[in-house]
């Protein structure tokens, strides 16, 4: 083996339904997972992205390193939400040093946040324009980063990424089915409580928005029609029976709950496409748990009029059996996207 460098990192998803941790190491024949967990969280762990009990998380993340047998502290974690804020910009043309230098000043036009509350990175895009440079600006709020960071240093390890859920969405796709030349794809991460949608082509995001969505709506849907508790309505969302819920019903609220999520993806897809830079988008894969919401996939690719994949974030990954729990994370792959792109980040 080779390739770690003193760059590795274990990826670490802390989403509002489950912590999620996989650690890669490179061989002479690919990626091999050594390491690959979920820990499920509490309803009110996480809401909406803010961590609400973070003695909760610190020992879901220690749980995962002690059955994972993982040895490296530093870890890869992402964001995404409200607070985080992705736009692609045009600058006149400059140098590396002199964009470093004005980047604050071009961010406030664009960011509606005080510049001092957040953390500014960027990147610069390819453009076909020579008289303006295009850059992928990203400001997360510091108080943001703060929250999601003090659980993962209350658990002893060392935030040494802190990424955007869809950019490690974006990765795990790449690495999974390679950045497809010309095509433009959407990218689908449906959470529990968020649908992170990342536009791609040629290796770059050309639009993100995150939208208030996810599997939690189904389960609202099931608690309020049928009055349920929170643990029953998952249960009839996973297809499990729950005496008194006839097939029928719970068909009628799926449906219900994913046609509110259609327009919500139709709305983004429209906007991009009729955006300055916009385009067609030809094919988009789901990920993330709610892509196995019942029959969820085939409907999106039914309205939408394109081909609708499932995201495989293992597919090119090479794994011991005899060591990992290879039901779980085969079963759970659409929500290990995430996990997988941070854990990627070690080969950046
Ligand atoms: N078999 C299944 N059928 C339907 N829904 C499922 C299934 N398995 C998982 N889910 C749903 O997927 C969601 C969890 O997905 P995921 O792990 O991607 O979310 P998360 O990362 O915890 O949340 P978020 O990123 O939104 O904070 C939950 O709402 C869960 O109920
Ligand atoms: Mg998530």
Known sequence: MFGLGDKSVVGLDIGSSSVKVCELKKTRHGMLLTAGGIEPLAPDTVVDGAIMDANNVSEAIERLYQVNRIKNQRVATSVSGHSVICKKISVAPMSEQELAESIQWEAEQHVPFDISDVNLDYQVLKSSNPTAMDILLVAVKKDKIWNHTQAVIQAGKTPAVVD???????NAYENSYGPAPSVCVGLLNLGASVLNINVVKNGESLFTRDV???????????????????EEAEKIKLGKNVSGVDEETRRQLIQSVSEILLLEVRKTFDFFRSSPAGETIQRAYLSGGGARVEGLLNYLQQKLGIPVELLDPFRKIEWDSTRLNGTLLKENAPSMSVVMGLALRSFD
Request: charge should be negative; glycine fraction near 8%; aromatic fraction near 20%.
């Open 212 to 230: 208030s969505i996810g599997g939690n709506q189904y389960t609202d849907a099931f608690q309020k029609e049928l009055n349920l508790s929170f």
């Open 164 to 170: 955007f859920d869809a950019f490690a969405v974006q």
